[in-house]
């Protein structure tokens, strides 16, 4: 079968998109993802016929609606490529609305202290916000720890990967939350589960971890747990970031309030949503 045949076919026998059937081709070659200008100029050369298997077979998952990424084992990022599998959730475009909110803290924190300031990016899963922090601070020649938890060893695993694969100092470890640590920070970011059990959404991000998703009856027992820990966990004038689903935003101001947090806001998504709310614990 030639290359352009291909990706024809699987658009029109199998009904995926032509971007994604270009990708999958481009992962089946053994090529980068971005090269999908050679696709076309090699449109009439003919495919190995382990690859055309390999191909086949990774479109026919697509269109039973694997995520692509799970497929590729590759996402971007805020501008960092992540390999991601079926351990970790599919970091989302929104949650860079959290790492830009997180990175604009940073010049102020540890301030107070003069002391090296100390982030923990809780529920890391791939590592994706942590990871962000770190790539900036070392881009940016800023001071900072970032420290990365999860209470899943498999997405710890992965997100540790990423880590060496991309050089960036970050320090992981177990945990359930804040349980059981010691530590005070200047910023904690979080991007937990949110979403309520039985929420209908669910149906369609059944390939992605339950863990990752889910957090009982309202979504926010996660969001609870976080909010009421974080106060013995959060240096004077430290940050507590945290995403949270399309309707939570006040909730999670008002849990945040609740607390003694003081500059309680929240930051909008790229569609204009609600999408992560922090505040600051009193210097
Ligand atoms: C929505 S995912 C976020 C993953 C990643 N931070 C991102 O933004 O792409 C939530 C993460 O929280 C983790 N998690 C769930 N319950 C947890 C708990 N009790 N303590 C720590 N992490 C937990 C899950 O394993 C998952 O990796």
């Known amino acids: 079968m030639q290359i352009q045949q291909a990706i024809n076919t699987a658009c029109s026998s199998l009904g995926l998109e032509r971007r994604d059937a270009q990708l999958l081709l481009l992962h089946a070659l053994g090529k980068s993802l971005v090269d999908r200008a050679w696709l076309i100029a090699h449109d009439t050369d003919s495919l190995p016929a382990q690859t055309e298997l390999r191909y086949i077979n990774l479109a026919r998952q697509r269109a039973a609606g694997t995520p692509l990424p799970y497929l590729t084992g590759h996402v971007e990022f805020h501008g960092m490529p992540l390999q991601v599998d079926g351990r970790v959730l599919i ?67 992965l997100a540790q990967a990423n880590a060496e694969r991309l050089n960036l100092p970050v320090q992981f470890m177990l945990g359930a939350w804040l349980t059981g640590i010691p530590a005070r920070y200047d910023l904690i970011v979080s991007n937990p589960p949110y979403i309520a059990e039985g929420d209908p959404h669910l149906d369609a991000l059944g390939h992605e971890p339950r863990l990752a998703l889910t957090s009982g009856p309202d979504g926010l027992d996660a969001i609870r747990t976080i909010v009421g820990q974080a106060p013995d966990h959060l240096r004077p004038g430290g940050w507590l970031l945290l995403e949270h689903g399309w309707d939570q935003a006040m909730a999670v101001r008002d849990m945040l309030a609740q607390v003694g947090f003081t500059q309680v806001q929240s930051r909008c998504d790229l569609a204009g949503i609600e999408r992560c709310s922090g505040g600051r614990w009193p210097v």
């Open 91 to 157: 970091p989302r475009p929104d949650t860079e609305t959290l790492v830009d909110w997180a990175l604009e803290c940073v010049p102020s924190l540890g301030a107070p202290t003069g002391s090296v300031p100390q982030i923990i990016d809780l529920g890391t899963g791939s590592g994706a916000v942590a990871l962000a922090i770190a790539r900036f601070l070392v881009r940016t020649g800023q001071a900072g720890d970032v420290h990365a938890l999860d209470v899943s060893p498999d997405a710890l695993a």
